[in-house]
């Protein structure tokens, strides 16, 4: 048996239920050498603006912490909190300042430095070694008055999220790092400063918070200019960037997003007026942090979902047509207002459409279109801005506007009145897209023809297909292969992204010259996607006009691993890359590497167990994969991976169980039942084509499945064989 091939692209996509960012309690000086002045350079001339900036949650993103700031708006904590075997208890008092653990070891005693947030709830940073500042394990509730232990809040109650052993970190691991976590989101002019040799930081920002040169570039030659300009003569180039009058919608949006996504960067460079996919990649509904039907469930960061709303897929809408520059609700007073004028048919009879009385909080536009919910103590807006779908809840456990103002309710109360007040079905679209995408999870195609004919769908949204197309990458039907070739010319960057990649086990030559062909593709998300999916593909392969283009991608791809040094994904990656470029010693060395940031990335175990496989340590890749399984025991692909190399080093019977386990935690894992199959051929035929039989079931057109089932029942009617074969099974 050959170890099954495992390579995935692993994104940024912690299970933290905050965005933390950056480095030490240290800042530097402005220095206009390099064009930044500081915002307190901008107060003497947009003095009310800068009020109102430096009093949002913009400028308040960070702040050092003192008794006169936040701790005089924090409530005292009582009793210790326990988390992860250990009691925490804050005291802020005056004069204090501090979060005291106390476990097996005595007391320790950590200093809060920096606090973040304060909207919903406050987070705390402290100083630890080699340059960390890292996330406390207590937090303050804002609205609720309560101190809780951060950890524990991030637990995801779904059936379909598969923890994989991330949940309920202890505070001092690297997940809880505000240097390694979303950068520059909550200081500005970030320079990490990470030193791979030593893991260790250096870390310097210029100011605490999101200041006004993060969104308007560089100000020192704005100031300069308007200075020097006559009384009544303003400067013709302002020299800074304005907002409204440089930037079309897309670069303010994407402005936005660098901070408001869940995503994976693949350079380091973002600056406002650049696209967000020349920087970023973004994390999609392949991630189990969204319900199936895209729903929130874990933190996603909004970008994501506002792709999938209607008013933003029709161009008709954007961030700061809502929200301030500095993040306050413009309608904060009037929320209709932020629908209404586009949507002046539902402005008479309102009640006709909302169902509830005009005046009643149930008939607010925002009420069933952009329902709250909360994930660790934060409450966070629905910006798909779909409507409800309460047949989705009863589906998939998401939530839905309805029963957040009704909790005494059920899906099926919600569902039949739906159903009575719209005789259009629109949820069926909505539930047959979930279960697409639930399926696709699962590694269950069976339903293959209709998640294909979905991604051609007219009107279909690119977040649905791109995650789709993620998706299909683990389906062994090859039927797959002209649709997701086509989705390559699709008008959405992020769908031809996540089309290269998906098409990275394709080598037909239709294939290869598509892929090289989006090389020069204008967006670089997806030329870094087309040069990985080329990995090991030769010269001579591929067409003599794209080879410089494809050289120039895979230089940008390079970059791109390195983009963030202290991410073990980065390094993983590369792994990847150079693995399917036929470089097992040099790939391994990359897994290494990334598990010396992440010792208990299971992907980076199981990928180590096939680059030494193929240079021969099968004793090794034993190892690496028990590893995996150790840390992951409930992940059908590390048994599914381990049972095919037991079986190869000759331990059938415990071969046996790996596969049997993977096949009970994925019961569509047709390889499984495949190998299994293959494991019993020799010692019992019956119970071989029993298992051959179900795999055949599984994937129909599988030649290897068909094929075997002849050999094993010596009969050419597969059909026939497998209704036999069944039929003495219920005997």
């Not at 308007?226 to 020299?239: E, H, I, W, Y």
């Not at 969204?290 to 209607?310: H, I, K, M, Q, V």
């Not at 067409?543 to 494809?550: A, D, G, K, M, R």
């Not at 992907?603 to 890749?621: D, P």
Request: aromatic share 8%.
């Amino acid at each position: 048996m050959k170890i099954a091939e495992n390579i995935c692209r692993c994104g940024q996509a912690l299970l933290l239920g905050l965005a933390l960012v950056c480095g030490p309690d240290a800042t530097l000086a402005a220095d206009a050498s390099d064009g930044f002045a500081g915002s307190q350079s901008c107060k003497s001339c947009h003095e009310k603006f800068y009020s109102l900036w430096s009093t949002s949650r913009h400028g308040l993103a960070m702040q050092p912490y003192s008794d006169a700031t936040v701790g005089a708006q924090l409530a005292p904590q009582g009793k210790g909190i326990e988390s992860g075997g250990r009691v925490y208890r804050a005291y802020c008092g005056p004069g204090q300042g501090f979060v005291r653990e106390t476990g097996p070891d005595g007391e320790h005693d950590y200093a809060i430095a920096q606090v973040l947030g304060g909207k919903n709830v406050y987070y705390f940073l402290t100083k630890l070694e080699r340059g960390r500042l890292q996330t406390l394990p207590l937090a303050f509730d804002v609205r609720n008055r309560q101190w809780f232990a951060v950890a524990d809040s991030t637990a995801r109650r779904s059936p379909h999220f598969r923890a994989g052993g991330r949940e309920g970190l202890n505070w001092r691991d690297r997940a809880y790092t505000f240097n390694t976590s979303c950068h520059a989101c909550h200081v500005s002019q970030l320079v990490t400063n990470y030193d791979a040799a030593t893991d260790s930081y250096s870390t310097t920002w210029r100011e605490p918070g999101i200041n006004c040169e993060t969104c308007h570039g560089p100000s020192q030659a704005h100031n300069d200019v308007c200075l020097a300009a006559q009384q009544g003569k303003p400067p013709t180039d302002l020299k800074i960037i304005r907002i409204k009058k440089d930037l079309d919608r897309q670069q303010r949006d994407d402005s936005c997003a660098s901070c408001h996504a869940k995503m994976s960067p693949i350079t380091d460079s973002f600056r406002p007026g650049e696209r967000f996919f020349d920087h970023f990649d973004l994390i999609l509904l392949e991630n189990e942090d969204y319900y199936p039907d895209g729903r929130d469930l874990g933190e996603n960061f909004t970008f994501t979902s506002w792709l999938s709303a209607p008013c933003a897929r029709a161009g008709k809408l954007e961030c700061i047509f809502c929200h301030t520059s500095s993040g306050r609700f413009r309608q904060a007073k009037d929320p209709d207002q932020a629908c209404l004028p586009c949507h002046k048919d539902k402005e008479a009879g309102l009640d006709k459409h909302t169902r509830h009385k005009p005046e009643s909080p149930g008939s607010r536009c925002i009420a069933c279109h952009m329902p709250k919910t909360d994930f660790a103590r934060m409450s966070r807006s629905d910006h798909s801005m779909r409507p409800p779908t309460p047949a989705a809840t009863a589906s998939f456990g998401s939530p839905n506007a309805c029963l957040g103002c009704h909790p005494d309710k059920d899906a099926a109360w919600a569902d039949a009145l739906v159903r009575q007040w719209r005789p259009r079905d629109y949820q069926a679209p909505v539930l047959a897209r979930a279960r697409h995408i639930l399926d696709a999870r699962q590694r269950n195609f069976s339903q293959l023809p209709a998640m294909l004919a979905s991604l051609t769908e007219p009107g279909r949204d690119a977040v649905y297909a791109a995650s789709m197309l993620r998706l299909l990458r683990a389906c062994p039907d090859s039927a797959k292969w002209p649709v997701v070739r086509a989705t390559l010319n699709d008008e959405f960057e992020l769908v031809r992204a996540s089309a290269a990649a998906s098409l990275a086990e394709n080598r037909e030559a239709a294939t290869v010259s598509a892929l090289a062909k989006a090389c020069a593709d204008p967006s670089r998300l997806v030329r870094v996607r087309a040069a990985e999916a080329l990995a090991g593909v030769q010269s001579q392969d591929i067409p003599e006009s794209f080879l410089q283009v494809v050289a120039r991608a895979r230089l940008e791809l390079e970059q791109s691993f390195t983009a963030r040094a202290d991410d073990w994904t980065g390094s993983y990656n590369r792994g990847n890359y150079l693995l399917r470029s036929g470089e097992p010693a040099a790939a391994l060395a990359a897994y290494e590497a990334a598990l010396r940031l992440r010792p208990d990335a299971s992907a980076a175990h199981v990928n180590s167990a096939m680059a030494l496989a193929r240079l021969g340590s099968m004793a090794g890749a034993e190892a690496s994969l028990r590893k995996a399984y150790e840390i992951d025991p409930d992940n059908a692909a590390i048994a599914y991976n381990l049972g095919l190399i037991l079986a190869e080093r000759g331990f059938r019977a415990e071969a046996e169980q790996m596969l049997l386990k993977a096949l009970r935690l994925a019961p569509t894992m047709s390889d499984a039942a495949y190998n299994l199959g293959l494991l019993a051929a020799r010692t019992d035929r019956a119970k071989a084509l029993e298992f051959l039989c179900q795999a055949a079931g599984m994937q129909g057109g599988n030649q290897r499945y068909a094929q075997a089932v002849q050999q094993i029942s010596g009969d050419s009617d597969i059909e026939s064989a497998c209704a036999k074969s069944s039929a003495r099974q219920a005997q």
